[in-house]
């Protein structure tokens, strides 16, 4: 069965550098959601979409960090002038849409190291 | 805003016997609460959800958690602990308003069962 994938599984970049991460969704799923896992930090809320569109975009922690999502399917997340304090763990989720009843569906997550 | 502690850095527990993950949830409103299990270098993984109705909330892979109002808690539990069990537990709250369904987590807890 196809669940939440996510690609690449591992970045390693350069300071300054940008980078895309990219979701697959659970087939179906409308809902859409990128965390954040840091050490210090421990899991964030970054942004979540409904269909294409963002509602809430308030856990982006920068204007470097931006996020667009096609087709109500495919979800890229794009860190600009990556900087060492975006090394974290990017998970995005998926779920039914509705009121919030639904459990969110997780992927194996892509892990960023940026230099 | 709707938060979750976990009290509990880490829980040590022996094989066979009972564990207990504590959590405890302060929201305006009906709660919708969730754990989550995060095994090492994996996503997380759906346990189970209260929504409404019974207290007692039945899950994955023989875990259960006890919804108790009166004292804001919905502690993880399970009667016969596995090694295989051990991995990092997360409690979570959905935040916001109707149709916007991005979770709080708690800061997680270590789950070390020994043999």
């Known amino acids: 069965g196809a669940g939440v994938s996510q690609s690449p599984s591992n970045k390693v970049t350069e300071k300054g550098k940008d980078v895309e991460l990219r979701c697959d969704p659970i087939?179906?799923?409308?809902?859409l959601y990128w965390y954040r896992q840091s050490l210090g930090q421990g899991l964030e809320f970054l942004i979540y979409f409904q269909g294409n569109s963002a509602p809430d975009k308030s856990g982006l922690p920068s204007d470097r960090f931006s996020a667009e999502r096609t087709g109500g399917s495919v979800s890229t997340l794009t860190i600009q002038r990556t900087q060492q304090e975006d090394s974290a763990v990017y998970l995005c989720?998926?779920?039914?849409?509705?009121?919030?009843?639904?459990?969110?569906?997780f992927g194996p997550g892509t892990r960023l190291t940026v230099l | 805003a709707q938060s979750v502690a976990q009290p509990e850095d880490q829980v040590n527990v022996a094989e066979g016997n009972p564990l207990t993950v504590k959590c405890t949830y302060s929201v305006s409103g009906n709660p919708y609460l969730f754990w989550y299990v995060q095994y090492p270098n994996r996503g997380l993984q759906f346990l189970l959800k209260?929504?409404?109705?019974?207290?007692l909330v039945k899950g994955s892979y023989g875990f259960e958690a006890e919804f108790n109002k009166s004292q804001t808690s919905f502690h993880l539990k399970k009667p016969s602990a596995l090694v295989s069990d051990s991995a990092l537990y997360f409690c979570?709250?959905?935040?916001?308003?109707?149709?916007?369904?991005?979770?709080?987590f708690g800061t997680g807890t270590r789950l070390l069962v020994s043999p």
């Open positions: 087939s179906g799923h409308t809902a």
């Open positions: 979570a709250v959905r935040e916001g308003e109707w149709g916007f369904q991005k979770l709080v």
């Open positions: 209260y929504i409404t109705g019974d207290n």
């Open positions: 989720a998926s779920s039914l849409g509705g009121q919030g009843r639904n459990e969110q569906f």
